[in-house]
């Protein structure tokens, strides 16, 4: 199918994503690159900062180039930089609720709503 293009493939072919917004609701590109195990660079914005914790390794603030300039470096220079990164994102992976819990937590959410009408 054309309209079918998988990200999986395209994620996993890069060294690191970087993710330099001004704002994020919820930011799935953050969600998918941890899902392919993807090291992440990214801006320590609210929505990054609720995905990947506040002492994510790899965030920089907005006003501070030079952070920006020095994560994206050492992640693709420095084994031990891109290694904490890679851990501290697993562990965030594995907290992030999985599709079924959202499932559930949407069934929840329509049952208590139905019940009210």
């Known amino acids: 199918d054309l309209n ?49 914790g506040v002492d994510d390794p790899g965030m920089f603030d907005l006003d501070d180039d030079a952070a920006y300039v020095e994560r994206v470096h050492s992640s693709l ?19 992030q609720p999985t599709f079924v819990d959202f499932l559930h937590q949407l069934d929840c959410i329509y049952h208590q709503a139905a019940s009210k009408g």
């Open 77 to 95: 220079t420095d084994p031990a930089f891109r290694l904490s990164l890679v851990q501290h994102q697993q562990r965030m992976q594995a907290a």
């Open 4 to 52: 079918k293009r998988p990200i999986v493939p395209w994620l996993q072919a890069l060294d690191v994503m970087l993710l330099p917004s001004t704002w994020e609701g919820q930011p799935l590109v953050i969600l998918q690159a941890l899902a392919c195990g993807v090291p992440i660079v990214s801006s320590r914005i609210e929505g990054n900062t609720a995905v990947l």
